[in-house]
């Protein structure tokens, strides 16, 4: 059985695998996000792809048979494929990291916890520069922390866009907006942007996301479609926190109309959040829907997910993209 839209739900929705890690090859541990810290793989089936944990508590096994991956549900085959190898942090992409850690403490990210590391500009660029010599890099992602400031990270996110530029590859940049983030990553040769709103229920916002005021978030990101163009500004829009399929619907609506294309991203819990966050994993049935849901809406303001070259939507390991996975 190959890997089909449903087939990726119910795998996004559980999240997790058990699997002999002897299999996996390959791995770079991710270092910012709410999966930071974490070991994982992605798996390749059916022209679709989905990024799995490693947890031997999960209900689903992976195991190999003649040379392929074979994923198991209660003890029956579900779906079977490969892994595929990771750049860094993704398959074609070189998906790098600058501050591992962060001022804001929002409350489904674990990185704040963790306090890792603080990356120099040598030790980025030669990141890119081995996912580069391994002949697979179709585009760069820059995402980051707040180690000082959003101003403070926006100028070295510049800084390293412009050193990366030689390569000529697509380069998409994840920080947290400034007043001028967008047009001074835009001059620097950024192509692609990404400021995330996280949730837009005001009243879930304000409740686990610390960092500035979602207003300010949603400024920038207007402005972001003024200077880089539609379908080349993004947002996750975190799923499971509380918030109903209504109040999804009536905002990823609000971003489309702006030019924006929101990611609908399952939560995930880290143990090191634990206690602090009220989240239940969407179900398969449920981010079908939305998905379903998402791609009437981009397509009704002429946005598509394919166009993306950089960061999560080309990428799809955690996500189901409208145009690619439906």
Same mark, same amino acid.
């Given at each position: 059985?190959?890997?089909?839209?449903?087939?990726?739900? =119910?795998?996004?929705?559980?999240?997790?695998?058990?699997?002999?890690?002897?299999?996996?090859?390959?791995? @770079?541990?991710?270092?910012?996000?709410p999966g930071a810290g974490g070991k994982a793989f992605f798996f390749s089936s059916g022209g679709r792809r989905v990024r799995l944990v490693v947890d031997n508590g999960s209900p689903l096994?992976?195991? *190999?048979?003649? #040379?392929?991956?074979?994923?198991?549900?209660?003890?029956? &085959?579900?779906?079977?494929?490969?892994?595929?190898?990771?750049?860094?942090?993704?398959?074609?992409?070189?998906?790098?990291? *600058?501050?591992e850690r962060c001022i804001y403490d929002c409350k489904f990210c674990p990185v704040p916890k963790l306090n890792g590391k603080v990356k120099s500009s040598e030790e980025l660029l030669a990141?890119?520069?081995?996912?580069?010599?391994? #002949?697979? !890099? /179709?585009?760069?992602?820059?995402?980051?922390?707040?180690e000082v400031s959003p101003e403070k990270e926006v100028e070295r996110a510049a800084d390293l866009v412009r050193k990366l530029k030689k390569y000529n590859a697509p380069i998409g940049v994840?920080?947290?907006? @400034?007043?001028?983030?967008?047009?001074?990553?835009?001059?620097?040769?950024?192509?692609?942007?990404?400021?995330?709103?996280?949730?837009?229920?005001?009243?879930?916002?304000?409740?686990?996301?610390?960092?500035?005021?979602?207003?300010? @978030?949603?400024?920038?990101? /207007?402005?972001?479609?003024?200077?880089?163009? /539609?379908?080349?500004?993004?947002?996750?829009?975190?799923?499971?926190?509380? =918030?109903?399929? &209504?109040?999804?619907?009536?905002?990823? =609506?609000?971003?489309?109309?702006?030019?924006?294309?929101?990611?609908?991203?399952?939560?995930?819990?880290?143990?090191?959040?634990? #206690?602090?966050?009220?989240?239940?994993?969407?179900?398969?049935?449920?981010?079908?829907?939305?998905? /379903?849901?998402?791609?009437?809406?981009?397509?009704?303001?002429?946005?598509?997910?394919?166009?993306?070259? @950089? !960061?999560?939507?080309?990428? !799809?390991?955690?996500?189901?993209?409208?145009?690619?996975?439906?």
């Amino acid at each position: 059985m190959k890997m089909n839209a449903q087939i990726k739900a =119910e795998l996004i929705s559980i999240g997790a695998i058990d699997i002999d890690t002897t299999l996996l090859g390959r791995l @770079t541990v991710p270092t910012a996000g709410p999966g930071a810290g974490g070991k994982a793989f992605f798996f390749s089936s059916g022209g679709r792809r989905v990024r799995l944990v490693v947890d031997n508590g999960s209900p689903l096994r992976a195991v *190999m048979d003649n #040379g392929e991956i074979v994923i198991l549900k209660g003890g029956k &085959e579900f779906v079977r494929g490969k892994i595929e190898e990771e750049l860094i942090h993704c398959p074609g992409q070189a998906y790098i990291t *600058m501050s591992e850690r962060c001022i804001y403490d929002c409350k489904f990210c674990p990185v704040p916890k963790l306090n890792g590391k603080v990356k120099s500009s040598e030790e980025l660029l030669a990141l890119v520069k081995e996912a580069y010599d391994l #002949g697979k !890099m /179709k585009g760069i992602s820059i995402t980051s922390g707040v180690e000082v400031s959003p101003e403070k990270e926006v100028e070295r996110a510049a800084d390293l866009v412009r050193k990366l530029k030689k390569y000529n590859a697509p380069i998409g940049v994840s920080v947290y907006p @400034t007043r001028d983030s967008s047009r001074i990553l835009k001059e620097a040769g950024a192509s692609e942007i990404k400021y995330n709103v996280e949730t837009m229920d005001r009243e879930l916002y304000d409740k686990y996301c610390k960092k500035p005021p979602l207003d300010f @978030t949603l400024e920038c990101l /207007k402005d972001a479609v003024s200077i880089f163009g /539609k379908n080349h500004v993004y947002t996750n829009f975190i799923v499971g926190l509380g =918030e109903t399929d &209504e109040t999804i619907e009536k905002y990823y =609506e609000d971003l489309a109309k702006m030019g924006i294309i929101p990611i609908l991203r399952a939560v995930g819990v880290h143990p090191l959040r634990f #206690g602090e966050l009220e989240a239940e994993r969407p179900t398969a049935q449920r981010l079908l829907k939305l998905t /379903k849901m998402a791609r009437r809406i981009l397509d009704k303001y002429g946005l598509d997910a394919r166009v993306a070259k @950089t !960061m999560c939507l080309p990428c !799809m390991g955690c996500d189901l993209n409208p145009h690619v996975d439906l």
